[in-house]
């Protein structure tokens, strides 16, 4: 099973960037899926998490407003929608497939992960 992040980059700050994140080996349209960021010398932390039909979305209460997450079970892939980016943001950023159908900010519900992308914001 592989998730692969794809979409980081540099940005200014009030830039916006769109993160994707694809499935290989298997579907996960049954899963709930998060996005969970970590930035240096800091722990990794949710980002947001969406249900199996896309329908229930949780977020982080700093990029509330912010970002979006989405998914497409056809493509077997999520989406974060960035805008308005901060260099708060600025963080290594990934994927994961929770072993529930519902969202979930708890990561301990997420079994499998996927290699991260880097986000830099700069100011």
């Known amino acids: 099973v592989q998730l692969q992040a794809f979409g980081g980059g540099l940005v200014q700050a009030g830039g916006s960037l769109r993160l994707s994140c694809t499935a290989s080996?298997?579907?996960?349209?049954?899963?709930?899926m998060g996005w969970f960021r970590q930035a240096p010398g800091k722990e990794r932390e949710f980002v947001g998490g969406?249900?199996?039909?896309?329908?229930?979305?949780k977020y982080l209460d700093s990029v509330k407003g912010r970002f979006t997450i989405s998914r497409d079970n056809a493509k077997n892939t999520i989406y974060l929608q960035m805008n308005s980016l901060e260099p708060e943001d600025t963080a290594i950023y990934y994927c994961?497939?929770?072993?529930?159908?519902?969202?979930?900010?708890?990561?301990?519900?997420?079994?499998?992960w996927g290699r991260g992308t880097q986000v830099t914001v700069s100011s």
């Open positions: 994961a497939a929770s072993i529930f159908a519902r969202s979930s900010a708890s990561e301990a519900d997420y079994r499998y």
């Open positions: 969406i249900d199996w039909r896309g329908d229930a979305t």
């Open positions: 080996r298997r579907t996960f349209s049954n899963n709930g």
